[in-house]
């Protein structure tokens, strides 16, 4: 038992941006199509986080062309660049899977207003963008080591 707790220690993310359910998200993530890599965005509201640890996900949910779309993000996935709070929202519930029902300003969520939540946003965005900063430099001096030649 202990020996599977080390192994999930090892691969938790060294910082995760803290946003909770009913908050609207914007997740940069990294699609590889081939030998290319780009970076979707996908914004949505916060229905739920389950599970704790390396097993971590949240579920993001948002309308396309009329058509509810949900998708599901592990937290610690080497593919999520960052997570950006665009809105904090104000819920009463831990799942809000109510929201899948729900038409035109039904589907709302309220919104928590004043300068904490300003700041709180400020400081989780800027912490995100340093630490996806972070996790590009550690990808681009892995991939040079890879490309230098060894001494045999």
Same mark, same amino acid.
């Given at each position: 038992?202990?020996? *599977?707790?080390?192994i999930?220690e090892?691969?938790?993310?060294?910082?995760?941006?803290? !946003?909770?359910?009913?908050?609207?998200?914007?997740?940069?993530?990294? *699609?590889?199509?081939?030998?290319? =890599?780009?970076?979707?965005?996908?914004?949505?509201?916060?229905?739920?986080?389950?599970?704790?640890?390396?097993?971590?996900? !949240?579920?993001?949910?948002? =309308?396309?062309?009329?058509?509810g779309?949900?998708?599901?993000?592990?937290? #610690?996935?080497?593919?999520?660049v960052?997570?950006?709070?665009?809105?904090?929202?104000?819920?009463?519930?831990?799942?809000?899977?109510?929201?899948?029902?729900? *038409?035109?300003?039904?589907?709302?969520?309220? =919104?928590?207003?004043?300068?904490?939540?300003? #700041? !709180?946003i400020?400081?989780?965005?800027?912490?995100?963008?340093a630490?996806?900063h972070?996790?590009e430099?550690?990808?681009?001096?892995?991939?040079?080591?890879?490309?230098?030649?060894?001494?045999?």
């Amino acid at each position: 038992m202990d020996l *599977i707790k080390a192994i999930e220690e090892g691969q938790k993310r060294p910082y995760t941006t803290e !946003f909770n359910v009913g908050d609207t998200v914007k997740v940069y993530f990294k *699609i590889i199509e081939g030998k290319t =890599e780009r970076i979707q965005v996908y914004e949505g509201v916060v229905l739920c986080i389950k599970n704790s640890g390396a097993r971590k996900t !949240f579920t993001v949910r948002k =309308e396309s062309y009329g058509v509810g779309v949900e998708r599901v993000f592990p937290v #610690n996935s080497p593919r999520i660049v960052k997570v950006e709070i665009v809105r904090v929202g104000k819920v009463r519930r831990s799942k809000l899977y109510y929201l899948r029902d729900k *038409i035109g300003k039904g589907k709302k969520v309220k =919104e928590k207003l004043g300068g904490e939540v300003a #700041n !709180f946003i400020a400081q989780q965005n800027k912490n995100a963008e340093a630490a996806a900063h972070a996790a590009e430099e550690a990808i681009k001096a892995e991939k040079a080591a890879e490309h230098t030649p060894k001494a045999e």
